[in-house]
C-alpha cells in the first residue's frame, strides 16, 4: 500500500499550485485522507482532511478559502488545489490515509490516526 504525493514546486506569492496524491493497493474511497505540512523548524500542520465514510470536507483555518482537496475514484488519487499561495504556505507537503472511516473530528489532525504517509513534495511561495 503505497501514496506518492506529486505537484510541487517554485511559485510566486498570489500563484496557484494542484498537488496529486496517487494510492496503489488500496483504494482511496474508502479511506480517511489527510493533507499535513512541514515548513522547516516548525512542527507538522494539519492542512485538510476528509472521512472515509463520507461527508464534508475539513481545512485549517491558515487555508481555508485557498485550499480546496478533491479527488478521482477514476485514477484512485486525491488533489490539493491551493491558490493564492503566500510565503508562509511554503512547506514539504504530505498525503496520508488511514483506513479506519469514522474518524472522531476532533482527531482528523492528528498525524498519528494515519497508518500511511506518502513522501513528502516541496512547495515554496517566493518571488
Known amino acids: 500500500l503505497q501514496l506518492q504525493a506529486s505537484g510541487g514546486g517554485l511559485v510566486q506569492p498570489g500563484g496557484s499550485l494542484r498537488l496529486s496524491c496517487a494510492a496503489s493497493?488500496?483504494?482511496?474511497?474508502?479511506?480517511?485522507i489527510g493533507w499535513f505540512r512541514q515548513a522547516p523548524g516548525r512542527e507538522r500542520e494539519w492542512v485538510s482532511g476528509?472521512?472515509?465514510?463520507?461527508?464534508?470536507?475539513y481545512y485549517a483555518d491558515s487555508v481555508k478559502g485557498r485550499f480546496t482537496m478533491s479527488r478521482s475514484g477514476a485514477e484512485n488519487t486525491v488533489y490539493l488545489q491551493m491558490n493564492n499561495l503566500t510565503p508562509e504556505d511554503t512547506a514539504v507537503y504530505y498525503c496520508?490515509?488511514?483506513?479506519?472511516?469514522?474518524?472522531?473530528?476532533?482527531?482528523?489532525?492528528?498525524?498519528?490516526?494515519?497508518?500511511?504517509w506518502g513522501h513528502g513534495t516541496q512547495v515554496t511561495v517566493s518571488s
Open positions: 496520508a490515509a488511514t483506513s479506519r472511516r469514522h474518524v472522531i473530528l476532533s482527531l482528523l489532525g492528528d498525524g498519528a490516526q494515519y497508518e500511511y
Open positions: 493497493g488500496f483504494t482511496l474511497d474508502y479511506y480517511t
Open positions: 476528509r472521512r472515509g465514510s463520507g461527508g464534508t470536507t
